[in-house]
C-alpha cells in the first residue's frame, strides 16, 4: 500500500522530517518559504494530511480545494488559525498540541513580566546607546513584582502556571477571571481568587493575558478596559494577537494612562502596529513564549505523533474534533 502524503507546511527540525518519513511520502518546506493561501491550497492538493504551524489558515475555501485533506495536525497549542466547525463539516480531523508547552510557556510569561515591570529592555537600549554617565536615584525605577498583585485573564493551563510562578516564588497575590470558575481544590493549590473581569482589571498590579483567540475574545483589552487599570499597572500578552487592540494599548502606553506593557503576539504579527514601535515602555518580543529547543522538538514530534496515531490506528493523541473520528 502507498504511504500516504503529508505536506510540513514550514521548516522543521530534521529528526522531525526523518520521523515522519518513517510513515509517510513527505513533502518538507525545508527552505521555510512563507506561501500564500492560493499557493497553500495548490501545495495540499492531493495531500492525506498536513504538519501546520499557527500561520497557516485551514478554512472552508482551503479544505474545498483539497479534498483529499484528512487531517491537520497543528504545531501549536492555540488553533485559532483552524476553522473547526468547517473542518468537523468537511471531516477533517484537527489537532492541536498541548501540554509539552505549558511550563516553557509560563516561564516566558513571567519573564515578559519582569522585564517590562523592571524596564530591562528599555534600560538595556539606553546603555548600548551609550547614554549612561552617571547613576540616578529614580533611573528606570519600575514596579516591583513581589508582593504585588497579579491578575491572570484565562486561567487555563499556562494561566495556572503563571500563577503558581506568582504566589509560590514572589508571594504575589494573585486573582483571575476566566469563562468559568476553576474548582476549589485547584484555585487553592494555585492560591488564587476568583474576581469579574472589570475586578481584576482595577485592583491587579500586573496583568497576563492567556486566554484563547475567538471572535468572542477579540478585543478583551480595548481602551475602555485600559481605562479601568491602574496607571501604575502592566499588562502582559502572551495569548494571541487581536486579544489586544494594539493601536488603544499604543496610544495608553504615549499618555502613561498604564506603566508598560510586555507583548509575544500581536495583531497582524508579524507586523507590529507602528505605534507600538514608537513607545519606550513596551517590551516587545516575536512570538517565541515556547521557544526552547526541548519544547520546540516536544511541540513538534507531538504534532508528528498525532499524524502518525492517525494514519496509523485512527488513534491521534490530542484530537481537537474527534467526532470526525466516527465516520472514518
Ligand atoms: C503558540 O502560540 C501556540 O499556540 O502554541
Redesign the pocket.
Known amino acids: 500500500m502507498s504511504k500516504p502524503n503529508i505536506l510540513v507546511a514550514r521548516a522543521v527540525f530534521p529528526e522531525v522530517i526523518a520521523h515522519l518519513q518513517q510513515h509517510f511520502e513527505v513533502h518538507a518546506n525545508q527552505a521555510d518559504e512563507t506561501w500564500s493561501k492560493a499557493q497553500l491550497m495548490d501545495k495540499l492538493r492531493g495531500m492525506d494530511g498536513a504538519f501546520t504551524t ?1 500561520g497557516d489558515r485551514i478554512d472552508a475555501e482551503v479544505l474545498a480545494a483539497c479534498p483529499t485533506l484528512k487531517i491537520c495536525a497543528n504545531m ?3 488553533y485559532n488559525n483552524f476553522d473547526i466547525d468547517a473542518m468537523t463539516a468537511a471531516g477533517v480531523l484537527a489537532t492541536n ?1 498541548p501540554d509539552v ?1 505549558t511550563e516553557t510557556t509560563a516561564d516566558f510569561g513571567f519573564a515578559l513580566l519582569m522585564a517590562t515591570a523592571r524596564r530591562i529592555t528599555e534600560s538595556e537600549h539606553y546603555l548600548r546607546a551609550g547614554k549612561w554617565t552617571k547613576w540616578s536615584f529614580d533611573m528606570f525605577a519600575g514596579s516591583d513584582i513581589h508582593g504585588s498583585t497579579l491578575g491572570v485573564l484565562g486561567m487555563g493551563r499556562i494561566g495556572q502556571g503563571i500563577a503558581k510562578r506568582g504566589a509560590y516564588g514572589f508571594g504575589m497575590k494573585v486573582i483571575y477571571h476566566n469563562r468559568s470558575r476553576l474548582d476549589a481544590a485547584l484555585e487553592a493549590e494555585c492560591k488564587a481568587s476568583y474576581v469579574s473581569k472589570d475586578e481584576l482589571l482595577r485592583t491587579a498590579d500586573h496583568v497576563v493575558l492567556v486566554l484563547p483567540y475567538s471572535p468572542a475574545s477579540h478585543h478583551t483589552i480595548g481602551a475602555a478596559e485600559l481605562a479601568l487599570m491602574k496607571p501604575t499597572a502592566t499588562l502582559v500578552n502572551i495569548a ?1 494577537g487581536g486579544i489586544v487592540d494594539d493601536a488603544a494599548l499604543a496610544a495608553a502606553l504615549r499618555d502613561r494612562r498604564i506603566a508598560a506593557a510586555g507583548l509575544d ?1 500581536f495583531e497582524g504579527e508579524p507586523q507590529v502596529h507602528p505605534d507600538l514601535l514608537t513607545v519606550p515602555n513596551v517590551v516587545l518580543t516575536p ?1 517565541i ?2 521557544a526552547t529547543v526541548p519544547t520546540r522538538m516536544a ?1 513538534a514530534m507531538l504534532a508528528a505523533d498525532n499524524l502518525i496515531g492517525f494514519f496509523k490506528e485512527k488513534r491521534p493523541l490530542t484530537p481537537l474534533n474527534p467526532a470526525v473520528l466516527a465516520t472514518k
Request: charged letters at 10%.
Open positions: 499557527g501549536a497549542v492555540g498540541a508547552l494571541r503576539v512570538h513564549a515556547s511541540m
